[in-house]
């Protein structure tokens, strides 16, 4: 734990230079005088971290509970003791606990719960899809049967109808040809006897 007289810059210290702490950044877990936070705001990946003033982190520098390890029930949040008296003022007690008993009670997590409906759902989902591809799969298949007999019984009635016309054109040749034979018959005869004469 640093020293309750003096906290030194954190980035003058690595120097060697001892240089007073005017805010304290709660993500690093280190002090900063002024010229020292203006840098370390200036810096895009540090720009969300939180600084608090050194008076406010004597307060809770000797408090024995990791800042990590503290969650709020309510909002289902894991939270810093920085913060819990501006952004927990509404929450009890017994709504903020330490992170070892919340991931003991981890399957009430509202977060959670809301995960494992959200895969239940997926998983319908794809059970769905799945059923519903074996399905297609059969249709395509009992289709291909289907139509293959259509084909079949088409092909049939088709060669059905062929010899059944085929027959009947065959008749009607057959007629007409021993029809025209009986006429030129006929007419053979008719020009016989004529010469005989």
């Known amino acids: 734990m640093i020293s309750k007289l003096t906290i030194s810059c954190g980035s003058f210290a690595y ?25 370390h705001k200036s810096m895009k990946v540090l720009r969300d971290h939180k600084m608090i003033s ?3 982190y004597r307060q809770i520098e000797d408090i024995s509970v990791n800042l990590n390890y503290l969650y709020c029930k309510k909002h289902d949040i894991a939270v810093c003791v920085v913060y819990i008296p501006s952004e927990h003022k509404s929450c009890s007690s017994s709504d903020v ?18 995960l494992e409906g959200t895969i239940s759902i997926t998983l319908d989902n794809f059970k769905h899809c799945i ?22 019984d088409t092909r049939k009635n088709l060669n059905k109808y062929l010899d059944e016309l085929e027959r009947k054109l065959l008749l009607d040749l057959k007629s007409k040809h021993d029809n025209c034979k009986s006429k030129i018959m006929k ?11």
């Not at 120097?15 to 840098?39: A, P, Q, S, V």
């Not at 606990?97 to 809301?114: F, G, M």
């Not at 059923?131 to 079949?152: G, M, P, S, W, Y």
């Open 54 to 56: 050194i008076e406010d």
């Open 187 to 197: 007419i053979f005869t008719h020009l016989k006897q004529m010469e005989k004469k």
């Open 131 to 152: 059923n519903d591809r074996e399905k297609a799969l059969k249709n395509v298949d009992q289709d291909e049967q289907i139509i293959r007999k259509t084909i079949t």
């Open 97 to 114: 606990i330490s992170i070892d008993e919340a991931s003991q009670n981890a399957k009430q997590s509202t977060a959670l719960s809301d």
């Open 15 to 39: 120097e060697d230079i001892t240089k007073n702490t005017k805010k304290w950044c709660t993500n690093c877990e280190e002090g900063f005088c002024g010229e020292c936070e203006k840098y």
